[in-house]
């Protein structure tokens, strides 16, 4: 990591309206440690991608099944991964690796989950896989808002700034039930992820699921928001360390497992990165809710 990074970065775009002031804030106190960490999730997936030519499995499932080019294009999608990941680790380079990233995520969300969600809404799992990438989202695009230049904001005033920071709040708590519900619906399937030295594993399955669920009310209607997304933020990271963690030391290397605990980490990741967007706010304060304008 490098000295740049720092843990008490303040509120970054709530303290002025203006859409160049996250910009500021963030050269002036350099990158939090929820910026770094989602940075090497970043990196993490970019790496898999070049060591395997391919893209990020079930995550990046490309619904055409003879694509022309097809490892030429994961390639390219593993080096934008790799090197915005990088760019965010420093302060000269956020700026410039917030913009490719946040396009890069939203093509991911509407070319690759979007319309499942759209031809089988029925099917839960659509509806999770859009969740999750959408988490993933929700956290670049508040790095996006935080750094974004004079052009965003004339050209791009909904998504940078304070009213940025908002709608990808907005984002995340819309996401997040889509997570929670799978637990419900794919109560069985989840069972078989949790370790079995924890009691009562259908429980745990259950109080996650409605965790998820909770937090996104919490966000929404701005219930004690900072601690609503800051648990979900922790939540999720332990189930990356306890469901993925143990995987990572099978011998060869299993790309199945490294790609899971690296995309699980994203996704806890991003809502770090949400979660981190409340910070000067009071634990227990009643927020503003991300619907109001």
């Not at 969300?109 to 859009?130: D, I």
């Not at 995309?263 to 619907?291: E, K, Q």
């Amino acid at each position: 990591m490098n000295s740049s990074i720092r843990t008490d970065v303040p509120q970054p775009t709530l303290l002025a309206e203006g859409p160049s002031s996250g910009t500021v804030v963030a050269a002036t106190y350099g990158i939090s440690l929820a910026q770094a960490v989602f940075a090497l999730t970043m990196i993490g997936l970019g790496v898999l991608g070049l060591i395997y030519g391919d893209f990020a499995l079930v995550w990046q499932r490309i619904p055409i099944e003879h694509l022309p080019g097809r490892q030429v294009l994961a390639y390219v999608c593993a080096a934008i991964e790799l090197l915005t990941g990088i760019g965010l680790l420093w302060r000269a380079t956020a700026r410039l690796s917030s913009r490719v990233l946040v396009v890069y995520l939203l093509l991911w969300v509407v070319l690759l989950k979007l319309p499942a969600v759209v031809f089988v809404p029925q099917m839960e799992a659509t509806w999770l896989g859009f969740g999750e990438i959408a988490v993933i989202l929700s956290g670049g695009w508040v790095l996006f808002a935080m750094y974004a230049g004079e052009w965003e904001g004339v050209h791009l005033c909904f998504a940078v700034g304070a009213k940025g920071i908002r709608n990808a709040r907005l984002l995340f708590a819309v996401a997040l039930p889509m997570i929670g519900l799978s637990h419900f619906v794919y109560s069985e399937q989840t069972v078989a992820f949790i370790p079995t030295w924890l009691p009562l594993p259908l429980a745990w399955v259950y109080l996650t699921g409605a965790g998820s669920i909770a937090a996104s009310i919490g966000v929404l209607f701005g219930i004690f928001p900072r601690l609503a997304a800051t648990l979900e933020a922790a939540m999720l990271g332990i189930i990356t360390l306890l469901v993925w963690g143990p995987g990572l030391a099978t011998m060869p290397p299993d790309r199945t497992q490294w790609t899971a605990f690296t995309i699980s980490a994203a996704i806890a990741c991003g809502a770090w990165v949400v979660a981190a967007s409340y910070r000067g706010t009071p634990w227990l304060a009643l927020g503003r809710s991300p619907l109001k304008p």
